[in-house]
């Protein structure tokens, strides 16, 4: 497969293995998963920081494995819901940094050029959560809005 903004192939990534149970090291049991991800997620954590935290603090190398379903799923379980997803409020963080960057360099045309690829990326995700039904019908997106939302 291509890259999308370059004319350059792209590498292959590695593969997670096919495993279809949690190992036998995991010490905690699938219901002290979930109430460790729903812990950290009152503490405002987002969905990547939990993994990141139940494998390296709590010797849980998949919580899919362990708990028999995703973060995702923990939470949507709860009625926990983010009002945007992960991916695009970072895109959005990168862009309002990105923009304060060009504003006070106006001749870095490198970083402009990055910036317009960074907001097609935003357009698209958009697009695509609408017709999912994740963000509302009437979102649009904004760098004013980003910045207000990243804040």
Request: aromatic share 4%; hydrophobic share 40%; glycine share 6%.
């Amino acid at each position: 497969m291509s890259r999308m903004h370059s004319k350059r192939k792209g590498s292959s990534g590695s593969k997670k293995p096919l495993v279809d149970k949690s190992p036998d090291w995991v010490q905690l049991s699938a219901e002290e998963v979930k109430e460790q991800v729903l812990k950290l997620a009152g503490e405002g954590m987002t969905m990547a920081k939990i993994g990141l935290v139940m494998r390296d603090q709590y010797a849980v190398p998949n919580v899919r494995l362990a708990a028999g379903m995703s973060i995702r799923d923990i939470l949507a379980e709860k009625n926990i819901k983010l009002e945007l997803p992960e991916d695009l409020q970072g895109l959005m963080k990168r862009a309002v940094s990105l923009s304060g960057h060009v504003k006070a360099n106006p001749k870095d045309l490198h970083n402009l050029r990055g910036l317009q690829l960074i907001e097609s990326k935003i357009r698209r995700l958009v697009k695509y959560y609408k017709r999912e039904g994740v963000i509302p019908e009437n979102w649009q997106y904004s760098l004013d809005t980003a910045a207000l939302q990243v804040e």
